[in-house]
């Protein structure tokens, strides 16, 4: 297998070779956030901005880190200071009122409960936190006394028990909620102590105390929300997890410390693996899988199930596993590229009729008269993005589709003109690379953090939707040069469009200008949108579709620069992106993950690492929170957008709604809808005297009646 660098002085394999390690191309000014990285952060690299880390990196790093299934902070609350744990069961979820669906619009789980602290008395006369070995998968917090020794806690996704390495300090054991009992248990291995500890809302905490060099310590209730140690440890560690089960013995004493990915593929298949590094005494550490994780486990991690499982803040239940790597297996998308593709039973490859390409070529005639260099100079990332994206799919299909070599060049030439615009960095904001935290970043809002311009682009929110559409609309020129020009296009723009590619999906760390895969998180198995602001729910992301689609257009990209370690690694991700956009925000009838009550929504909404909620943030309009999660329609949209459940959700909703919708997303919702029939999408685009107001401003009517046709066959 191939991985990627656990640090920066290895060398990964050929699956995670890194896109370039030339530093950014001087067009990009060097430009400061307003937001600075914080004291005590120990930084070799730059630093992820959109990690289930990030809120202990922002604003006074005391927010919440969601390692699923516990939530971790650092407390500074009198009398709790220390590192806070919580987890919260299934049935302490809060559910909000019912919306139009009959099911309640939001639920999340309280994550501020201080089910334990780990703590010191020698922290009552103030504490300072630093951070260490900030990894995409890792990152070690510490904890130091004003006046003593330390404790360290490595977090990682997924760690079944929260570890705290103990220096020089007396150790204390707080609980707002309470302890209910405390008693010693049965040693499971010599040198290890344990403790069950049951709080007063019920839960149970099981506390396993590892020693060195012959050192003791006697821990006794002080009173009903704290216990004490006897004396100062130093190498000795904490480790605590909810839950009474009793493989936690067996992995008592071994902590991990950091994850390295490591994946290959062969035809059709992905497998990636979670390979563990671990501390402490024995070998064999215990983690909580995802729903989406046991699904798609190998039998090398299968066969390490355990007896635990707990409830997650918003996947469903988690299951435990007496291992050191998660290998999972998925399907892969080799198959599909640019031509209109479909699961919808009997589709063999696009064909077309007279009568259809005719359509096409209508639609293509009047498409074309658009000025696209003037349509796209606008001051947005996202939505010049998405026009010329458009338009490059209009492109495509007058070189692949109607086959027409005069009208494709001078097509060519107009999106060359449009996207020159990006390429020499002269848009209205134009982008920078970004010095505190690593990155490629709109100028827009920047000097002033106005975080309402452009969504945020300057603070790390949604550059995987932005830039998307600008690499998947240069793949196609790129392309179509190739074939009917000079070739020279791509040569001339390939850093620019790469660069963007390295901010988002940079994939080894030997690249030291940008974070290793900023967006996608190889563990949630989806992407997170927010950047370097903190909220208390944790990273969030609101369009599931925009994130497949930026993974889709890496693999574009890749086939035309003929880069096949790049077009695995999307593979990989979309096959990931499969599984999780149907566990976690595509919700068909046979879904067991997300709670019942709130299953009659069909679709998610903003999902947050702790919530989940039934909107958009730019409205709560259906036809908004549906439409979404389908935006673009491409040939990757079936892919994951499977008949059945196109059909259920507009079996269920849609199909009432759609018919009163005289907007941009009825055009959306219709193109949707050939996901299961495509004829029928057809016949509403192929209508004489077409509303061009049905269309949003990512479409185009080429395009739709391109796929609807294509895929009709």
Same mark, same amino acid.
């Given at each position: 297998?191939?991985?990627? *660098?656990?640090?920066?002085?290895?060398?990964?394999?050929?699956?995670?070779?890194?896109?370039?390690?030339?530093?950014?191309? +001087?067009?990009?000014?060097?430009?400061?956030?307003?937001?600075?990285?914080?004291?005590?952060?120990?930084?070799?690299?730059?630093?992820?901005?959109? !990690?289930?880390?990030?809120?202990?990196?922002?604003?006074?790093?005391?927010?919440?880190?969601?390692?699923?299934?516990?939530?971790?902070?650092?407390?500074?609350?009198?009398?709790?200071?220390?590192?806070?744990? +919580?987890?919260?069961?299934? @049935?302490?979820?809060?559910?909000?009122?019912?919306?139009?669906?009959?099911?309640?619009?939001?639920?999340?789980?309280?994550?501020?409960?201080?089910?334990?602290?780990?703590?010191?008395?020698?922290? !009552?006369?103030?504490?300072?936190?630093?951070?260490?070995?900030?990894?995409?998968? @890792?990152?070690?917090?510490?904890?130091?006394?004003?006046?003593?020794?330390?404790?360290?806690?490595?977090?990682?996704?997924?760690?079944?028990?929260?570890?705290?390495?103990?220096?020089?300090?007396?150790?204390?054991?707080?609980?707002?909620?309470?302890?209910?009992?405390?008693?010693?248990?049965?040693?499971?291995?010599?040198?290890?102590?344990?403790?069950?500890?049951?709080? *007063?809302?019920?839960?149970? =905490?099981?506390?396993?105390?590892?020693?060195?060099?012959?050192?003791?310590?006697?821990?006794?209730?002080?009173?009903?929300?704290?216990?004490?140690?006897?004396? &100062?440890?130093?190498?000795? =560690?904490?480790?605590?997890?909810?839950?009474?089960?009793?493989?936690?013995?067996?992995?008592?004493?071994?902590?991990?410390? $950091?994850?390295?990915?490591? $994946?290959?593929?062969?035809?059709?298949?992905?497998?990636?693996?979670?390979?563990?590094?671990?501390?402490?005494?024995?070998?064999?550490?215990?983690?909580?899988?995802?729903?989406?994780?046991?699904?798609?486990?190998?039998?090398?991690?299968?066969?390490?199930?355990?007896?635990?499982?707990?409830?997650?803040?918003? %996947?469903?239940?988690?299951?435990?596993?007496?291992? *050191?790597?998660?290998?999972?297996?998925?399907?892969?998308?080799?198959?599909?590229?640019?031509?209109?593709?479909?699961?919808?039973?009997?589709?063999?490859? $696009?064909?077309?009729?007279?009568?259809?390409? *005719?359509?096409?070529?209508?639609?293509?005639?009047?498409?074309?008269?658009?000025?696209?260099?003037?349509?796209?100079?606008?001051?947005?990332?996202?939505?010049?993005?998405?026009?010329?994206?458009?338009?490059?799919?209009?492109?495509?299909?007058?070189?692949?589709?109607?086959?027409?070599?005069?009208?494709?060049?001078?097509?060519?030439?107009?999106?060359?003109?449009?996207?020159?615009?990006?390429?020499?960095?002269?848009?209205?904001?134009?982008?920078?690379?970004?010095?505190? =935290?690593?990155?490629?970043?709109?100028?827009?809002?920047?000097?002033?953090?106005?975080?309402?311009?452009?969504?945020?682009?300057?603070?790390?929110?949604?550059?995987?939707?932005?830039?998307?559409?600008?690499?998947?609309?240069?793949?196609?020129?790129?392309?179509?040069?190739?074939?009917?020009?000079?070739?020279?296009?791509?040569?001339?723009?390939?850093?620019?469009?790469?660069?963007?590619?390295?901010?988002?999906?940079?994939?080894?760390?030997?690249?030291?200008?940008?974070?290793?895969?900023?967006?996608?998180?190889?563990?949630?198995? %989806?992407?997170?949108? %927010?950047?370097?602001?903190?909220?208390?729910?944790?990273?969030?992301?609101?369009?599931?579709?925009?994130?497949?689609?930026?993974?889709?257009?890496?693999?574009?990209?890749?086939?035309?620069?003929?880069? &096949?370690?790049?077009?695995?690694?999307?593979?990989?991700?979309?096959?990931?992106?499969?599984?999780?956009?149907? !566990?976690?925000?595509?919700?068909?009838?046979?879904?067991?993950?997300?709670?019942?009550?709130?299953?009659?929504?069909?679709?998610?909404?903003?999902?947050?690492?702790?919530?989940?909620?039934?909107?958009?943030?730019?409205?709560?309009?259906?036809?908004?929170? %549906?439409?979404?999660?389908?935006?673009?329609?491409?040939?990757?949209?079936?892919?994951?957008?499977?008949?059945?459940?196109?059909?259920?959700?507009?079996?269920?909703?849609?199909?009432?709604?759609? !018919?009163?919708?005289?907007?941009?997303?009825?055009?959306?919702?219709?193109?949707?809808?050939?996901?299961?029939?495509?004829?029928?999408?057809?016949?509403?685009?192929?209508?004489?005297?077409?509303?061009?107001?049905?269309?949003?401003?990512?479409?185009?009517?080429? =395009? &739709?009646?391109?796929?609807?046709?294509?895929?009709?066959?």
């Amino acid at each position: 297998m191939n991985s990627v *660098n656990s640090t920066p002085a290895q060398t990964a394999g050929n699956l995670f070779n890194p896109i370039s390690t030339d530093a950014p191309p +001087s067009l990009f000014s060097r430009v400061s956030s307003t937001i600075k990285v914080p004291n005590g952060i120990s930084r070799s690299a730059p630093i992820q901005t959109n !990690n289930f880390w990030g809120n202990i990196t922002l604003a006074d790093q005391s927010s919440y880190v969601f390692t699923h299934p516990y939530v971790v902070w650092k407390s500074t609350a009198t009398n709790f200071q220390g590192l806070a744990v +919580s987890h919260q069961s299934s @049935s302490q979820r809060v559910f909000g009122p019912n919306n139009d669906h009959g099911t309640p619009s939001y639920y999340y789980s309280p994550s501020g409960v201080m089910s334990l602290v780990l703590g010191s008395s020698d922290f !009552n006369s103030g504490f300072s936190m630093s951070l260490n070995n900030l990894k995409k998968m @890792s990152i070690d917090v510490t904890l130091k006394s004003n006046q003593h020794g330390y404790l360290t806690a490595p977090l990682l996704q997924g760690i079944g028990l929260i570890t705290a390495v103990y220096n020089d300090l007396i150790p204390s054991i707080h609980s707002q909620v309470g302890f209910r009992s405390v008693s010693g248990d049965t040693a499971p291995k010599a040198g290890i102590d344990k403790y069950k500890l049951t709080l *007063n809302d019920g839960s149970v =905490w099981f506390m396993y105390v590892t020693f060195t060099d012959n050192q003791k310590c006697q821990f006794a209730l002080k009173d009903p929300q704290h216990i004490i140690g006897s004396n &100062s440890i130093n190498n000795c =560690w904490i480790q605590v997890c909810c839950g009474d089960f009793s493989d936690y013995d067996k992995a008592a004493g071994c902590y991990p410390i $950091a994850s390295t990915l490591s $994946a290959s593929t062969s035809n059709n298949t992905g497998t990636y693996a979670f390979n563990y590094t671990t501390a402490g005494s024995g070998t064999t550490p215990f983690f909580y899988a995802l729903p989406h994780h046991v699904q798609s486990f190998t039998e090398k991690t299968s066969s390490k199930r355990s007896n635990a499982t707990l409830s997650d803040t918003v %996947h469903g239940d988690m299951v435990g596993y007496l291992t *050191n790597v998660f290998e999972m297996s998925e399907t892969i998308p080799t198959s599909i590229s640019l031509e209109p593709w479909s699961r919808v039973n009997g589709f063999n490859g $696009a064909n077309y009729t007279n009568d259809e390409l *005719n359509s096409i070529r209508n639609a293509a005639l009047k498409d074309i008269t658009n000025d696209v260099s003037n349509l796209s100079n606008i001051d947005s990332m996202y939505f010049s993005g998405k026009i010329i994206d458009k338009f490059a799919y209009v492109l495509y299909t007058l070189h692949y589709i109607l086959k027409d070599e005069g009208l494709t060049r001078s097509f060519l030439e107009k999106m060359k003109t449009a996207i020159a615009r990006f390429t020499s960095n002269r848009q209205i904001f134009p982008l920078c690379y970004e010095t505190n =935290w690593g990155g490629i970043c709109s100028t827009g809002g920047m000097a002033n953090g106005d975080t309402s311009v452009d969504f945020g682009n300057s603070i790390y929110n949604d550059h995987h939707f932005h830039y998307a559409y600008h690499i998947h609309a240069a793949a196609i020129v790129a392309k179509i040069d190739q074939e009917i020009g000079d070739g020279s296009w791509l040569r001339d723009n390939k850093v620019w469009v790469e660069t963007l590619l390295r901010d988002v999906a940079n994939p080894n760390e030997n690249d030291t200008h940008f974070p290793v895969f900023r967006n996608f998180d190889f563990f949630i198995g %989806h992407s997170f949108a %927010h950047g370097i602001t903190v909220y208390a729910d944790g990273k969030d992301q609101e369009s599931g579709s925009e994130d497949y689609n930026f993974a889709y257009a890496m693999k574009i990209w890749a086939q035309v620069t003929k880069d &096949s370690n790049m077009e695995s690694r999307a593979n990989l991700m979309l096959g990931i992106l499969n599984r999780s956009m149907n !566990n976690y925000y595509l919700y068909s009838n046979d879904n067991v993950g997300i709670p019942q009550q709130f299953r009659g929504n069909i679709v998610s909404g903003i999902k947050f690492e702790n919530k989940i909620d039934h909107t958009t943030y730019f409205g709560t309009n259906p036809e908004y929170i %549906h439409g979404i999660q389908m935006l673009p329609i491409t040939p990757i949209s079936s892919f994951i957008r499977g008949p059945n459940f196109v059909k259920e959700e507009w079996d269920k909703y849609l199909g009432n709604k759609v !018919n009163g919708i005289n907007s941009g997303w009825r055009g959306i919702l219709m193109l949707n809808y050939a996901l299961y029939d495509p004829r029928t999408s057809y016949n509403f685009f192929n209508t004489p005297n077409f509303n061009y107001g049905y269309l949003d401003d990512g479409m185009t009517l080429t =395009w &739709s009646l391109a796929y609807t046709a294509g895929v009709s066959s």
